[in-house]
């Protein structure tokens, strides 16, 4: 856990991190970390680093909620569909099922209005169709 | 009037909201929700039957008054270039001229910055090349 | 449930959504209505109506789940602290502890970034104070 | 009109934007270029000659029509209560009626979500109340 | 400078602009201008002439320091990958190194977020990919 | 620097960030540390420990340079008054000057629009006035 005080190097931070992403994300991190390498190093080694080795790994909140709260935030964001799609592969991942995840979806048109719903609504139909989840039917 | 009182059923709200946004959107809204039926149904329903069935269909403000609020909202928001399209379609529709629409989204450069006016005036201009009203000249 | 196809009014659906509404925002819900009484109505039955006798009303996400969602929507948004403070006494109301709640909007930090994450921070130490809640330790 | 050829000086086009200002926004205009007076007066001229003077003169689109799109941008912006509360007097000045402005920020309830129509109408609230404009009925 | 009094005329305004303009954006920005020939004529001349000619042309801020807080501003704003590319190539047009801009985008992970630095990265790396300006190693 | 491979405790890295934070933003950025101690402990830490010690400590951009981009930021967000304002500290800090300020939030209209570009001016004219800099004179 993150708050243990044992001395670590950039390295061992990043290890760490990488287990944290490869659990969630899948291949899907990796690939955004990959594509980070000849444009901005830093910034792939925090999002492992930081991002999933010291918040994703804290005990607070399991895996599926932190999708769920993502998904939220992914979606009121907005402009964020390439996120969006690693997301909610990673909400599968995570135990998070089709029928949820549409449902967090309709519930942000609430607070985030009908456009951004729909964009994320839409980013969903891309994912589920990769992975044979299609058609859902949230009633 | 969505005030009156009379009963209605999930199945009359939805055909209601159906004509409101054929009378607005023309094709354009049909062929969002008809996308959405594999993936979120639902969504599809809410957006005939509640946006369109309740919101649109109030007298309180005419179509016309209503697209120059949607324009100024779908450009402010930003990433809302699908459902931008889908209104700057409605607008036409509702009387609205090219060179009105092309007058607003200047306007938001006020408001919104260069960037913003600029992306959503690009999306006039596709669709204005699609209903063939190019060049508009808005001196 | 929503799909159901039983004929309603517009007065069974404000009272259906009312039941809703006390359950997941307390009376926090309630003074929003009451405050647009002279003002817009019609926003207070929509709310009432609509975002909770429809969509928070659906059995395919539970109630904590969905203020998981919300926090995260309104944390992105920004300049949504009232809507923040009545929906994290909402989360409060439906199971998440105020650990699992600063958890969450740590988590933020990530998608967010660190300036929407200590707004929210901060709306929550206001209700956690109300209730009495502080300190919270979120190690 | 902005488009005219005539040559003119910087304080020609801030004396001829402020005609404009003082007609669409009386004095709630003059009282953000006064308080900028010590900290950015450039930004004062700009909002003035530019703004007002070049863009808001322009008779493609009267002023009426302006201020629908520019309520429906600071709805959706958020965090421009301050904007909101000078433009919600220059939507009554111009020939809204209450009626219309608040039917305006219910539609934005559509494509913003619930918080910001909720955050614009609380500010219409406290103008409405300045010019002793409530109750409003909106049904 | 923008604060002279002397009488200008609308094509004065522009011509001096446009020299800005080219100045700083190169190429990219009479694209952009051109593009809206047909469509708003009258944006593309207030990019030029206000937005170069009255403020960009501000000898307060030079031209590099100006392109620091322009790719603050796009990334924080979202959606606007086209003007980031403008901008990341007026960037290193006016003396920004490809690390000092990497770097600026990593910084806007603290305050935006991973989800917009990563969009902003992977602009900047098309950018410079096509200015063979790749890899930029930024530890 | 944050690339060096030397072990480190979570506290020799809170203790390394506390330094720099210390240096931009003075005593502003330790009261927002202090009023995260009693609800979010953690986020006090990662502010502190990643956004200065791992970012801000990176020696690619310098402290004035990462104040511009940052200025640009908060501006574009909107609703990151409480932000601003130890930023707009933190820039005088660290060598820009009340003008380059007041400029660069002036360059913030044309890409962010009127609206947020007066907000974080009047920050900075509550900021300036604390610290008896104005008038500002911007021409």
Known sequence: MSATDAATTRQDRFAHGLEILT??????????VDSLADISPELGHQVVAWA????????A????????????????LGGCEPQLEVHINAALNVGLTP????????????YCGMPKALNATFVAKKVFAERDLLPVRNQ
Chains 1, 2, 3, 4, 5, 6 share one sequence.
């Not at 999933?52 to 005990?59: A, S």
């Not at 909140?61 to 009121?76: K, Y």
């Not at 029928?99 to 609430?110: G, K, M, P, S």
């Open 23 to 32: 659990q969630v994300d899948g291949e899907g991190g990796q690939k955004v």
């Open 52 to 59: 999933f080795g010291e918040i994703y790994d804290r005990p």
């Open 61 to 76: 909140l399991p895996p599926r909620d932190r999708q769920l709260v993502t998904l939220g935030m992914l979606t009121a």
């Open 99 to 110: 029928e949820e995840i549409v449902e967090a979806l309709l519930h942000a048109a609430v």
